[in-house]
């Protein structure tokens, strides 16, 4: 039933885009905005039981916390960076949105690295 909540805010924020555009592009763009971030707090809403499952599992199988909190943080910057990218391109602004996703990535791989170290550190081990 949330689906059915996003698509309508998407096909009413798509309709009154549509028609304000034509006279006040500025409040158009607004519009778009207000609306995707309304969609995105929708659904980081339903993302915290799946955090919470993540964690439970995590504890239950013994897995150091510390690399579970860096893969939900590049996971939340993936999402944060893909969606302040999108707002720029539809705002005409592709330039800057390139910037954004290259920002993202390399905040991503900053984050990688503890738990790549960590698997380097493994196979070093584990070879004779």
Avoid at 21 to 40: D, N, W
Avoid at 76 to 87: K, L, N, P, R
Wanted: with cysteine; proline share 2%; charged share 15%.
């Amino acid at each position: 039933m949330d689906i059915l909540q996003i698509v309508c805010i998407g096909i009413i924020a798509v309709i009154l885009t549509v028609t304000i555009r034509q006279q006040k592009p500025e409040i158009a763009m607004l519009v778009s905005i207000v609306a995707g971030l309304l969609i995105f707090v929708l659904i980081v809403v339903k993302l915290t039981s799946v955090i919470d499952f993540i964690k439970t599992f995590s504890r239950k199988a013994d897995i150091d916390a510390t690399y579970i909190t860096i893969l939900l943080k590049i996971a939340g910057i993936a999402y944060i960076a893909e969606f302040g990218a999108e707002v720029c391109k539809d705002a005409g602004e592709s330039s800057i949105a390139s910037k954004i996703e290259l920002a993202g990535k390399v905040t991503i791989v900053i984050l990688a690295v503890p738990i790549i170290t960590s698997l380097l550190d493994l196979v070093v081990k584990l070879m004779p």
